[in-house]
């Protein structure tokens, strides 16, 4: 082919281009396509430890793969945050978001046995503080879709169809909500954290033991893994744990071997 030929035709690869602006925080946000019409019949309602598993499972493979400093996953929904010198990919969009989704598709698919798949974006903050709020906004937003998804499944157990269900909670708040499931004898305060708030993932250090066949003795070695942590703290508590992890530094992070061990609940 010619060079002016193949010269054009890349030309018109139109979103090769765009870049993440340096210096900036990222997350990239994935989100599961038509994760409620495959869910239905799959996996019990209004929450389900296997699909809690699953999405872990994508949001680890993300955050290990692009060397994230922190994940939360809740529902059908994953953020992962890096750090202003972030620089994968050349922080080229398409590739990031492309890759991504990819990778969570992949993971979720094998891992379950069945296709699904999975949108990417990217969001960017200027300062700490904007990534705090995003994260205390996802987890809001948790909280919020986890009462009304109580609420709602609460009433279809109960015989009511869809459609009266959801006349019978739209333009309820909290109050309402709360109230409706403590008359069916279920305390939101009370269910599993991961379920209000999601499941959390970061970096943490570790001494691993091993043996120095040279000097025929026992030595340590610096190594790192990710942990998952069910039980997340809320409001001002979340805030300042997001705080101290936004504080790792990566290039001392990156230091260490990562342990891609199994790690359990």
């Not at 990819?102 to 974006?121: K, P, V, W």
């Not at 959801?166 to 009370?190: C, S, W, Y």
Request: aromatic letters at 12%.
């Amino acid at each position: 082919m010619r060079k002016d030929t193949e010269a054009r035709m890349r030309e018109r690869e139109y979103f090769r281009r765009l870049r993440l602006f340096p210096g900036a925080w990222t997350v990239l946000r994935l989100d599961g396509r038509g994760f409620a019409r495959f869910t239905a019949g799959r996996f019990d309602k209004p929450f389900d430890i296997r699909l809690r598993d699953l999405m872990t499972a994508a949001a680890r493979s993300v955050m290990e793969e692009f060397q994230g400093l922190y994940a939360v996953t809740h529902s059908d929904e994953i953020s992962v945050v890096f750090p202003p010198k972030w620089n994968m990919f050349d922080r080229r969009l398409e590739k990031l978001v492309s890759i991504s989704a990819g990778l969570a598709s992949a993971i979720f698919t094998q891992a379950c046995g069945e296709a699904a798949h999975f949108d990417s974006r990217a969001w960017q903050g200027v300062s700490e503080q904007d990534v705090v709020d995003y994260i205390r906004w996802r987890q809001e937003q948790a909280a919020h879709c986890a009462l009304h998804s109580w609420c709602y499944w609460t009433l279809r157990q109960n015989g009511m169809d869809s459609e009266a269900v959801v006349q019978a909670l739209r333009g309820q708040g909290k109050a309402f909500q709360n109230e409706l499931l403590f008359q069916h004898g279920i305390n939101f305060n009370d269910l599993p954290a991961w379920q209000r708030r999601g499941v959390g993932l970061y970096w943490e250090s570790y001494q691993k033991a091993g043996f120095d066949p040279l000097r025929g003795e026992p030595v340590t070695a610096e190594r790192r893994r990710i942990r998952i942590d069910a039980e997340l703290p809320m409001a001002e508590a979340y805030e300042e744990f997001v705080r101290r992890l936004l504080c790792v530094e990566v290039s001392t992070a990156r230091k260490m071997h990562p342990d891609r061990s199994n790690e359990k609940f």
